[in-house]
């Protein structure tokens, strides 16, 4: 993976912006795996690291990374800022040095045009610093302006930088074009100006512009008798008395001038926009909300509450076929795990009738010689009938099961139970919810042994006649 | 290093075990019904922390014959020294009994070291019946905490506590389905506190899940927030040729649009809903969609919806207050300071003014036809240039966060989202409401939130849900 932080940037920047639909979970997982396999390898865990990761998982194929991608685009670019450069370049300096032998050319023009780079060079400089994207409609042009939020942060250095970079090769174009003019032609230098200037005030003028070089070449430093000698007037054709060779004489302070006060500070500031990028790319990165976001599930553990079970469709039937049935006329009456204590309702209990109490404390010894005793009562009686009464609220058991399955093997043939489920308040009916799984129970049992029955109220229930399903 | 507890979630059937295990394990998807045996077998929760177990809660049938298997283990003991031996004998020699299927399967991770959590319900009397069980499970001698959770309306939980007292180490009571989060994590402290070894797994285990849970809360500002950027910046476009456009009226360019706007706002909001459920593990609510309606029906866009949702005039002037001296202190920063804050007060005068004048109407969209280019005509219809809009989403969302954070998982009710009024709002702080409204100028500009912005449009909403959570504490 790359070090190089712009494309570290651009590929986070992709990577982050495609993990934007995946469960945050899922996420975590993943990022706190990567953070722990590192810390296994003692390596520290960071996003070249974290991309290389993602990368070699995804296997072989995905070596164009949208950093890479971006990064051609911006080749691309420059490219064609180079290209112009070079050509605005020569057809600049062929301008410049336009001679037709009659006519000087004005180191005058020249020194302005040279300022007026300089000053291009500079605001190129600041738009980038500031942010103002006067390109922006060539980003459109190469549909690359839906851009992520850092991406458009990146874009006013990078077109800096492609500008400097067409500066650079303007400026080094300019320069050949003139070294090639002085050598295949002679071009003849002069000063003019409409303002009242004196030769001196001209020749400190240029003396300070060449202080940078005058030290590296002097005969690049024009001498006041050469600035006296070369001003020229608009409507003198020539100056008599001059040696012609002199008006050459200014082409190594233009050739400095130019490399000193074009190239070199285009030169600089794209050494700088370059530094500035990746400076701004580190720390866009840094401060990428993708990457604080990163840290944070790769320092804090996952956490799996087990709920990846699931068996919510696995519900039992609930359907229910059974309708309560009327409570029988019989005295026999078994109180099943302490239901009906401390007592039963007096309404539930005739003079004659006979109360058993199983299940719950008592012991299973004592369930069999219930059993036995119902039996014996029920022997003989034409149509005999057992009432259990239960609580409504604890749900049937296989304790209760196993009672009454081996009271039908032991009672009478065509002994019927019917199961009496109480509420708390054993004055009110039972609620229908805790009904339903009584009358489930005995459809459970063998046929036409149990059914149940509701208390009596003197009012029929109303839900329960509704709740019961086909 | 110390194997991670296991407790076995044990009981008469039909006590809400299963609902104690759903809340406990944050999953939904456990079958819960008010039938006896809806669970069948026995079925391991872990909670792991980067894949390593802190603790295991292991959800079990109900007991059905406990006073056979006390009787056979009283039969095959001698002293109290051999009762846990005679447990796991018993185990051992009925499994595939039909008959202790149940009891095999929940003694079974009791006798291979399981911590024991029994669970009544404590809206129905005490039962005696109970008291088999409990004397099996005290043979086990493990330990043991008995919770006392009430299904129903009544309270019976002060007989329950003097009898469970009497068979277990600790009594406590939880409501699996309305206890809060805290409830949660002070239960699962009182787990750890039933043998040393456990203490440090289950402190390390509640530390966790209320980091989890302060994430979360943070995580669903940030989708709220993204949320309504895309609600309040969205505009519905559509491209017609020149046919297209001498067909159709503007009136009813303009229906379709609105009813195309309309629907992906109301289908953003959705996904805006669903992303919080399974941020906190709520995935069957989505099942019940279809049914899941806010109260009276109360649409997006009712009229209804904004009048219990909106903030008032007074609320918009001072946000709108903020929001506009931020811009006019570009002057004072352009002035150098020499306006000494005129421009701040203009700036803020004029937004409060605005929002003062204008909050109150139904500012929707409007149909916008662009000029003819390359033959094509463009229609867009958006965003949205009513800010309180921007509150109805904001309230809604809050309000759906609230309800999703504090449903437990062995909630199985619909979710009814009864509409609030405002004035949860207006304990918002200053800061806050400046962020939320400037997010909303912003976005109703079609300018994008830069990173830091966003940001703070979290940490505003994050505010602003503080703020209906004390509202809800008060209110209640």
Redesign the interface.
Known sequence: MSQNPLRLLLDFDDRIQRDRDQ??AFLHRRD?RFA?DCEQQGITPDASHWLAHMDRLSGPGGTVTAGSRELRLWYRVNGGFVAAGCLIGILTMLGLLFYDGGQRINITVILAFVLFQLLLALATTVQALVGWQPWRWLLKRLHRDHAS?TRARLQPLLMARAAHAGGVAFGLAGLATLLVMVVVQDLAFGWSTTLDTAASGYHSLVNTLATPWSWLWPAAVPSLELVEATRFFRAASGTPGIDPSRWGQWWPFVVMLWLTWTVIPRVLLLILSQGLLRHRAARLLA???GMQALL?RME????????S????????D?RTRSRPDLLPDTPIMICW??AGEPELPQRLQAPDTRIFRA???A??AQDDEVLAQVGDQLAGQKAPAVIVVT?S???????LH?FLEAALERWPSGARVTLLPLA?DPNRPPET?LV??WL?FTERLAPGFASVALPPTGEPDPYLAGSVQP | MTTAPVFAVVG???KGKSSVVATL???????I??????TRAR?????????QKLY??VDTP???????VL?WLEAHSISASDHPETVRAFVLQHRGDE?FV?ECELLAPIVEGAGIIYVV?GS??Y???H?AEMTILRWTGRPSLALINSI?E?DYSDTWQSALGQFFQVVRKFDAVRAPFEQHLSLLRAFGQLEPDWEEPLERATR??S??RH?RRH?SAGLIAIALEDLMSYQEKRTLTLNQVAETSDTSLAETLRDRWYRHQRKREQTLRIDIE??Y?HQ?IRRQEAELQWHSQHDLFSEDTRKHWAVSKRYLATAGFGAGAVGGAGIDAMTLGSSLGTGALVGGLIGAAGSYFYGDRLLLPALNIGPLKDGLKTASFGPVQDSQFGYVVLGRAVDHWWHISHRN?AGRDLLELEPADHHWLEQLDKTSRREIQRAFDRCRKQR?L??QQ??NLTTAIEQAMSAYDDWRLNRA
């Open positions: 469960p945050s706190r722990l939020p401060r990428h909300p944070y804090t553990a996952t956490l799996d509450t087990g709920s079970h699931n068996d919510a469709a696995d519900l039992p609930t795990a302490g299940g719950g404390r012991t299973l609580r609220w604890e749900p049937p058991t296989g304790e196993d708390s919810h339903q799984p489930r | 008469h059937p039909n394990s944050q999953n939904d998807a456990i079958a019904a008010l039938e006896p045996g809806t079925q391991d929760y872990p909670l792991t922390v980067d894949g295991t809660l109900g007991f059905q014959r406990p006073r056979r009787q008959r149940d319900d129905v009397p039962s005696a019946e008291e129903g009544d966790f899940l980091e989890q994430q995580q399974h941020l593990q069957r998982h994008p830069t990173h966003r940001e």
